[in-house]
């Protein structure tokens, strides 16, 4: 049904071409999903008409009303998901996946099943509360209860935004991460200095509880706005606590200046976010295609920005994850690597072809 030999947006290499195929393939890290929302996809279900959405709160409500319309287990659209994203590179990822009374623990023991159905793939599981934590009684509780039924990382959302309690918010998802030993990830639509204020006080909460290097916060909508006075301290501080920022280089959302946050040392890697759910039509799964809507989006001209695009996409990713064999460069012989029909990464970064061959611990996936 979907096209595994080029990326759902890529375009076929053509004799003659600029992206005609190399005569030696392009070997390069395996790709690192750090964000993706794979119990929400409708990846393997027939097409989903989108409700329009005004806000936060309108995409949410659309969330819930599409839990009743799936065809497809989560489990089966999962595995579908994971298996084209696995195929196109992917050798890891972040999968946030929705936890409350809605859905009990049911959403994360089926991406838990998919996942164990390709060994090859390492996915990292957020019990993410999007529905509210606070907000929403019973979150926390299943939330604790999903790090024993297959989730591994605490999540948290927009403290201030959603939940308009931000110390109540980050006391009970640090809480939770320090008494199970888990990372935490917490994802932050909310913008301006207020956005700024909850990342500066989650990068303190951090370095008090010694958990630098084990913080992510996606999106951080507010370090996109070099207008707010307080953005350099703020990065500053990000950088200081080694939180991680992960952007999804989405159509209509802000997506951080690369060179900005390189330059005061911030942590970036990149993912899907949701992948052709009720939330929004687009996405492929892939990180060839991210990386390039990662360049596309930060209007990146040179070959060095579009090999910071890839990097982010494929090593930054690694690190974030904690991923050995992805972290370094891959050579011909390495193990775990991926082949491409392009000469350079900037090229490969614009062309978006989908890998000739992955290999990982030194088995063909494709
Ligand atoms: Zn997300």
Request: aromatic share 4%; glycine share 12%.
């Given at each position: 049904m979907f096209n595994d030999e080029h990326t759902e947006i890529g375009i076929e290499a053509e004799e003659g071409s600029p992206m005609a195929a190399a005569p030696t393939p392009l070997i390069t890290a395996g790709l690192v999903d750090a964000h993706i929302h794979p119990d929400k996809s409708s990846w393997s279900d027939p097409w989903m008409k989108r409700r329009p959405a005004a806000d936060l709160a309108d995409l949410i409500g659309n969330n819930i009303k599409a839990l009743s319309e799936y065809t497809h287990s989560v489990e089966e659209r999962a595995f579908a998901l994971l298996s084209h994203a696995h195929r196109n590179g992917t050798l890891a990822m972040r999968a946030h996946v929705d936890i409350g009374p809605e859905v009990g623990l049911a959403n994360i023991e089926g991406v838990r099943a998919a996942a164990e159905r390709i060994p090859s793939l390492d996915v990292q599981i957020v019990c993410f509360p999007q529905f509210g934590l606070l907000t929403n009684p019973?979150?926390?509780?299943?939330?604790?209860?999903?790090?024993?039924?297959?989730?591994?990382?605490?999540?948290?959302?927009?403290?201030?935004?959603?939940?308009?309690?931000?110390?109540?918010?980050?006391?009970?998802?640090?809480?939770?991460?320090?008494?199970?030993?888990?990372?935490?990830?917490?994802?932050?639509?909310?913008?301006?200095?207020?956005?700024?204020?909850?990342?500066?006080?989650?990068?303190?909460?951090?370095?008090?509880?010694?958990?630098?290097?084990?913080?992510?916060?996606?999106?951080?909508?507010?370090?996109?706005?070099?207008?707010?006075?307080?953005?350099?301290?703020?990065?500053?501080?990000?950088?200081?606590?080694?939180?991680?920022?992960?952007?999804?280089?989405?159509?209509?959302?802000?997506?951080?200046?690369?060179?900005?946050?390189?330059?005061?040392?911030?942590?970036?890697?990149?993912?899907?976010?949701?992948?052709?759910?009720?939330?929004?039509?687009?996405g492929t799964g892939s990180m060839v295609d991210r990386a390039h809507l990662l360049g596309y989006r930060t209007g990146a001209i040179t070959d060095s920005d579009l090999e910071r695009c890839w990097r982010i996409a494929s090593l930054e990713g690694a690190r974030m994850l904690g991923i050995a064999d992805i972290a370094s460069d891959a050579t011909a012989t390495s193990p775990t690597r991926l082949e491409f029909g392009a000469p350079t990464i900037a090229q490969l970064v614009v062309d978006r072809p989908a890998p000739a061959r992955v290999v990982r611990h030194g088995h063909d996936i494709r």
């Open positions: 019973g979150t926390a509780d299943l939330m604790a209860a999903s790090l024993h039924a297959g989730a591994d990382i605490v999540g948290g959302i927009d403290p201030v935004g959603l939940e308009n309690d931000l110390h109540g918010h980050l006391d009970t998802v640090f809480g939770m991460a320090q008494a199970a030993g888990r990372d935490l990830d917490i994802h932050l639509h909310d913008g301006g200095e207020q956005g700024l204020a909850e990342i500066r006080e989650i990068a303190a909460r951090t370095e008090a509880a010694g958990m630098q290097g084990h913080v992510t916060i996606p999106h951080a909508f507010a370090l996109c706005d070099d207008s707010l006075p307080s953005l350099r301290e703020t990065l500053d501080a990000v950088a200081d606590a080694q939180v991680w920022i992960a952007t999804c280089a989405l159509g209509p959302d802000p997506v951080p200046d690369l060179a900005l946050l390189e330059a005061h040392g911030v942590q970036v890697a990149a993912g899907s976010d949701g992948v052709r759910d009720s939330w929004s039509p687009f």
